[in-house]
């Protein structure tokens, strides 16, 4: 199914009447952007919905993000079957944007000026050569830039830079302002958050999820939706064989402040060793190291220096702004680093996890997915190549520290 056959399919989904029978109480364990997404969905088309997290809504992996969204720039070699995934859930962005900020009054904040691509010197620009050409050769609209056109974008770059490339279409949301939104909306819809409240263990009848032990006691359901990020694999519950392999991917961030009136920077730019995101209330995220630390929430001299020296050689002004913030966050990965969406294996389970860093851009895309598969029993051929049953195996682990350097 191309990306035409799934938007027919999604609007006749959509528009179909949800007979009685289709309208199953579901629970989502997770309350980051991806499950609110589906839960919110759920609730709209008639459900009874519940969502559990063991902390607060929306700040987990969501609440540390950067809120790229980077279809094009971020594909990388390898990576050409999650494109037209990306792609449409970068169509779906404004929409959802808007639809989100009409019914809880909360604005994303979705900003459309577009991502930019750096290089520093005349091996950067290699390097971005050959990830420009093999981006357009996949069709994504992008434009080379020399050094003066690039600080004509962006007129604090440094001088001397050797050549950028301008994506127009790689845009940028809020990733708090969505959770909040988010969070909003499914209350407002209905469904009953569960906050600090974490689920023990996901009850099964048989070959089947029937509903979960939490810290309230029990719940039923007639599905459960497996969305807690890099921390999916603690549910208890689950057999070995049916647990997604999702491991946790560490982030070191910090955020600094520009003066909103005057921002020294407007677009998302990535650069050799990190990237740049402007926020409308003058917060300039830098991010992000990628470690595999497990949960390991220290934040290091080491991962803090490099971003603000990667930062600091493309921007020298930055030198001047005060941080006001630094985190760590914990980015699902799955073996092959693409996202788990639809059946487990357990009838009733579905999984909705291992997003990686793709997790705000596909948040509108996996709502739509997931739901629909919850509604219809329907995966659309668009979804099916990140079905978490590609990785249905005897021996379901997550790969090995050692396992991830040898790949490297």
Known sequence: MNLAGYARWRESVITAPIL????????????GVIGLGIAWRLAQAGCTVSVYDKGEAGRG?????????????ETEPGEEPLL????????????FARELEAATGISPEYRDDGTMVVALNRDDAETLRHSYEFQKGLGLELEWLNAAEARRLEPHLKPGIAAAVL???DHQVDNRCLSRALAAAVRGAGVAVHEHCPVREVVLSGNRAVGIISERGQEAADVVVLAAGAWSRSIGGIPPAHQPPVRPIKGQMLA?????????VRHVIWLPRGYLVPRNDGRLIIGATVEERGFDTSLTAGGLFALIEGAWRAIPTIEELP??????GFRPGSRDDAPMLGPSGVDG?????????????????????????????????????FSPE???????RPPSHAALAAAR
């Open 20 to 31: 009685p029978s289709h309208k199953p109480k579901t629970i989502v364990i997770g309350a």
């Open 167 to 169: 994506s127009r279409r």
């Open 84 to 95: 037209p995934l990306a792609l449409e859930s970068q169509r779906l962005w404004p929409d």
């Open 256 to 264: 600094l402040q520009m003066d909103p009136a005057a921002p020294l």
């Open 349 to 385: 389970l579905v999984i909705a996890t291992g997003h990686h860093r793709n997790g705000i851009l596909l948040t509108p895309v996996s709502a739509d997915l997931v739901s629909q598969y919850i509604l219809t029993e329907r995966l659309p051929d668009i979804a099916r190549p």
């Open 390 to 396: 590609r990785f249905a195996t005897s021996h379901n």
């Open 61 to 73: 992996a969501s609440w540390a993000a950067a809120g790229m969204l980077a279809g094009a720039v």
């Open 323 to 328: 941080i006001v913030e630094t985190w760590v």
